[in-house]
């Protein structure tokens, strides 16, 4: 079954920096990327997903990465704001497979 | 609010004890995914529903059940529990299955005492 990775699991930026965490899968088949913030407290809500046929996909100061040779996909966050400050879950979905494969999670705190 | 109703919102209960937990859909929604997430811990899928049948399974227990019933709502019952269990599980749901957003509840929080 898929298995995938996320790094790192913990990461702490200045205000103003940005952000990076990495995730790679073992599936060749998986074709569909989404990335969830879960605030403390709160429950996963999707921000940005990115589907195989694509390379990147940028919304405002948030944008997902997808290299499927190398079978990893990136989320970058630019301008980073106290209020991105939560866990941040990569998955990798392979719709034959209907299975559903979360990272380990990102604790990422920004800090003012 | 993502419109995914979970009950209840606590339950505290003793091992070997068995618990059903429920979960409403968004209106429209055919599918059905239960996760656990337990303390500082990622979230482990659980299995997943599709218009009433089993779509997909992934590290549940043979302890652990569920359904979905034909107004589409979802059962997961939980039985023999041990303080491991403890937990808090959410249910979400999306339009069909694969990829698009899954809408996720507020989770029910699970002690085992």
């Known amino acids: 079954g898929e298995n995938v990775e996320q790094h790192p699991s913990t990461l702490s930026v200045q205000e103003g920096d940005s952000a990076v965490i990495k995730c790679t899968y073992s599936?060749?088949?998986?074709?569909?990327f989404p990335w969830y913030k879960q605030e403390l407290g709160k429950r996963p809500q999707l921000i940005i997903d990115?589907?195989?046929?694509?390379g990147e996909k940028k919304d405002q100061r948030i944008a997902v990465t997808l290299n499927k040779t190398a079978k990893h996909f990136s989320l970058h966050i630019t301008e980073t704001q106290p209020e991105d400050s939560a866990v941040y879950f990569c998955a990798a979905i392979t719709d034959s497979w209907g299975k559903f494969q979360f990272g380990a999670g990102t604790q990422v705190v920004v800090t003012p | 609010d993502s419109g995914v109703t979970q009950t209840p919102k606590h339950l505290i209960t003793a091992t070997g004890q068995r618990v059903t937990l429920r979960c409403s859909p968004r209106?429209?929604?055919?599918?059905v995914y239960w996760y656990q997430q337990s303390l500082d811990q990622g979230l482990q899928f659980l299995i997943q529903?599709?218009?009433?049948?089993?779509?997909a399974k992934g590290n549940i227990l043979e302890r652990f059940s569920a359904q979905q019933f034909p107004d589409l709502h979802s059962e997961l019952n939980l039985s023999s529990l041990e303080l491991g269990d403890s937990a808090l599980y959410f249910c979400?749901?999306?339009?069909?299955?694969?990829?698009?957003?899954?809408?996720f509840g507020p989770g029910t929080r699970l002690t085992v005492l």
């Open positions: 529903y599709y218009n009433g049948e089993e779509r």
């Open positions: 979400a749901s999306s339009v069909a299955t694969g990829e698009g957003e899954q809408f």
């Open positions: 209106s429209g929604d055919l599918s």
């Open positions: 990115i589907r195989s046929n694509v």
């Open positions: 599936d060749s088949a998986s074709n569909y």
